[in-house]
């Protein structure tokens, strides 16, 4: 029973028929006729203008959407457990050309325009100073805690006072809406530039990098290619992405995923390190206890000596998932 | 009838089936049972020790094993048509952090040690001029020539004799080992690493970076990361790439390509830029023939402006091949 | 007896004066009185606005200017024997993040619109090939020949139309202004930054880079010190620089440096590879020439198998330079 | 009454002796005989065999020497206050081509086997994470804290242990050696390279760049023309260099300097953030008291909102020193 990563999970069958459907001859890279759909595909759902790029993994799209922003002698503020600053294999610093990361607190990996002050506000503005450009926000967070709406906003501002660029790692951004029950707008607030993942939800290989700053996109296409993520059948790109927003299956997958989740967050109660919102539970537990559920047949990553993560996917099994939360529940 | 390239060539379906036979959950990245076994499997195919690391592009794929092998100061030495340099958007400079390319003349886009000495033997062996690190040959070339094993030797054997590295973009490697008849051993000569292409065969979205220097991979496995192309759902690359193995496919399919090639190229005669030894046509034609080639049905690239480029792909129908060559030879 | 490089002549005594002078307590970098009136002095020489940055290296000045044009995804054109890309140890590579150096023709080393055109024009206008930012010319040439001043202004209303940044290599900027009798901004016509050289010309260590483009100077500023050349004790470049203008000392030294050139180039008559406009002469002549040259006292370097460059420093001895013409006339 | 920098302080007499005895012809670069001079120098003062390289400024020194240990996919471990986090203006990244630095702890600026085990152990070994190449001190620290030769002893063996290469950042490793009253050897330890200041104390513009790992040297030769950082007229470099070694004077103004600031300390007792063991003195004041010395002509920066930092050069005036130490006793 496996709950160590929604990296993990199946493909959802919409998108492989998709990608079949897609297996004919057309124009190779991006100018096929599913590429070509996308924006028009982002600009309805967010309601607002917007170009996009696929590729291939959430790195590329973080990496090549900050890079729109950040100039190599600059910086991107993050939260210090942030996905670029602690599981890229320093892929900022690439993209980047040798940006760096100012790292900021905050709880269950939320920045707040407070934390945010808080590095940004000592840093002398000469040259002797790395200098910021950028903020970076993962919604759902690193331990699936969702910003709110008023929450990106406030961020948001503090951004636009400050001159800075705003991405949104939305590599589950799915599950913060389903959380949040509103819209994708209003969950992505006003960034500059949304990672938009697929790939945890259902996808196979195709995330959306969505510029709400159109001109930007312009650039990041010439990023692309030279990052080798413009792939030659980009056309199978596009119809993962497309498949998955048809009839709203990334936000039914999300919507299922974060259910399973909080089935088992309900059963861990005071275990809990963070509030479940999204898809993912973190859970205090000893090494025995971990020992515990996996011999009753349960695959999840420690976390540290004294915790647990464990992540649903979309195609989480009920039975999976119950017998997740009576184990847990026995503890 | 389409001779754009073979980047527009559909899937195989035995990569389709593969691809879906591995959609039950394993391990994310490459630590998946599929992605182990690569290493084996290349091994097998070349009677030498390799380790191999798939990517989603050959862009990447030639970036990634030059990285190598030079260092941010130093020069790969290529011919000045190589695709490396003329259509991979910079990336070298990107991967390489500012390495340089050396550009070397030769007919059908092939070097020799001769061209290759014309480039190398000027530099002055000081830190005012950039110093040769690699040479990247392309097997078969940007004009569809193939490399004989003994003109693979002669360079191999220079670039040791100038301590240099030798890399083999082999985006159509298949095609070549198809048109020489030999083993891909035979074909690859003493590379110390080969850029094995599946995309342009019938794969979907996999290459192969076949390190024979093995150490040289657990290097380049980070940078693969840092440069977002270690795909979360891994599986699906490496079950491309086992399934054109499996079987030769990848043999089978580059001499249906060599042999759609073969026979339009048969047809063009004395039009011919280059002898046509992979599957693509270099044909001399006035604008006037390739609109009346293209009013008859037939999609292709200009080659400049006296000239045509027409790829045949592993699908390449019959009666679409027997078409375009008639309609050659009536021009 | 030193034609070998300006790079080996004496300082100017006024520059010796300047610095000690400046050796007293002042805010450290270029926060001193001195680096702060650079911008006047060299508004006041152009009339036209600027913003001047010291820095201690000719491949700083140039590679600084550089990267206030070009994005790493793109491309400079300069002529093939330019410094930036013969002489620089692939600085550009490093400065300007990978970008590439794309190397058009040009009698004596000096590029024209025709011949940047042939270059420009065939690179198709998509991701796949590295476009064109900005052009760089060298003032006076690599070949010690001089750009007029409709040349300059050609040039720079070609790049304008292409909607490319204008560099110029002033690395003996003053050689060309002296020969050219016109005034510094007429040398430098229409440029975005210039490179104007001192430590050829009797300097120590330090150029200024003149940017015309005001506030790119400011994103330049950051640059440059993260490239570590913003030096603690600036004070004393600026006060080298300053010494230079002061009295125009550098318009005497280029005076001086390019008459004893023209004195040996009028000695060297049929045997001159480039016209002697500026301080250098470049002389066919066989081994066994050289070796008698040597012999006679003289220090050069070789030119490639069939000649040697001369160089006259601004502190060239009259006797020096009339025993070099004799000595060479009796070859 | 200047107390703001050492930067800001005098040039030492010999080293404008040593330079004005340079300025003669001789070959450029670093082919000159000072030049050539400076292996045997450092080899005699270490009595141990290195390789020596001179830059403009301590940015570039620990760049370059950084880039001898570090690839772009791996990080340098440093104390947060290190010169090279707070105050190179991001040079680490540009210089190691986006490698991360990453943060440890530590009294006074300096950091322990324990503070930076706490954090290497927690890095996964695996590519997401990067991973550590080499760690980085700073002798006399950013605080003015020596390390004690048995303290730099310790992070020896924790780095080899480790597999990890160290480097020394010695701006103010003079007025280590002073404090200690050891050989340069003892002070510096086993490091693999060390940036030996001279301009904070009495040069002008070079610094020493000192590699024990001789043929790392040859590799960063290429990296220091690269990023412009070799002079042409890089004589008056090496003049400085040996100038200051020359009859020690770098340990004569490194003690006069220590001396000075041991006076000042001693006024300040009690309110010393740190034991003053080099020239700096940081002194807890509040803005009233700041306001008070300023007014009595002593000029100095803030350190944050409720401290003075004061520093001592090699030439403070005795009169100045001593009317510091009575302001501050009567504060």
Chains 1, 2, 3, 4 share one sequence.
Not at 110 to 124: F, G, S
């Amino acid at each position: 029973m496996q709950f160590l990563s929604d990296n993990a999970a199946r493909v959802h069958p919409a998108v492989w028929h998709a990608m079949m459907a897609a297996d004919a001859p057309d124009a190779p890279y991006d100018g096929d006729a599913l590429s070509r759909t996308l924006d028009a595909a982002f600009t309805a759902l967010f309601g607002r203008e917007c170009a996009v790029l696929w590729v291939a993994s959430g790195t590329a799209a973080n990496c090549l959407a900050l890079a729109a922003m950040v100039p190599p002698h600059g910086a991107v503020v993050c939260h210090r457990e942030a996905h670029i600053e602690m599981d890229e294999g320093g892929a900022p610093g690439f993209y980047l050309h040798g940006a760096k990361l100012l790292l900021a607190d905050g709880h269950g990996a939320k920045v707040t325009p407070d934390t945010l002050a808080a590095v940004i506000d000592p840093i002398r503005d000469d040259v002797h100073q790395v200098q910021p450009h950028a903020i970076s926000i993962t919604q759902a967070s690193e331990y699936g805690c969702v910003y709110a709406p008023h929450e990106v906003e406030a961020i948001a501002a503090f951004a636009r006072a400050r001159g800075l660029g705003l991405h949104m790692d939305g590599a589950r951004f799915a599950n913060a809406v389903a959380h949040l029950a509103c819209t994708p707008a209003e969950a992505a607030g006003d960034v500059d530039a949304l990672s938009f993942g697929f790939v945890k939800n259902g996808g196979l290989g195709a995330e959306a990098i969505v510029f709400f700053d159109v001109e930007a996109a312009n650039v990041i296409r010439y990023r692309r290619k030279r990052a080798g993520h413009l792939q030659s059948k980009g056309r199978f790109l596009a119809a993962q992405i497309l498949a998955m927003l048809e009839g709203d299956v990334w936000l039914a997958n999300a919507r299922a995923a974060n259910a399973a989740a909080a089935a088992i967050g309900a059963a861990a109660g005071e275990r809990l390190l963070h509030p479940v919102q999204a898809n993912e539970v973190f859970l205090r537990c000893t090494a025995a206890e971990r020992d515990a559920l996996r011999r009753a047949g349960f695959a999840f990553y420690d976390w540290g000596s004294d915790a647990a993560r464990l992540v649903a996917s979309w195609d989480a099994q009920d039975a999976h998932v119950a017998a997740l939360a009576r184990a847990i529940a026995a503890l």
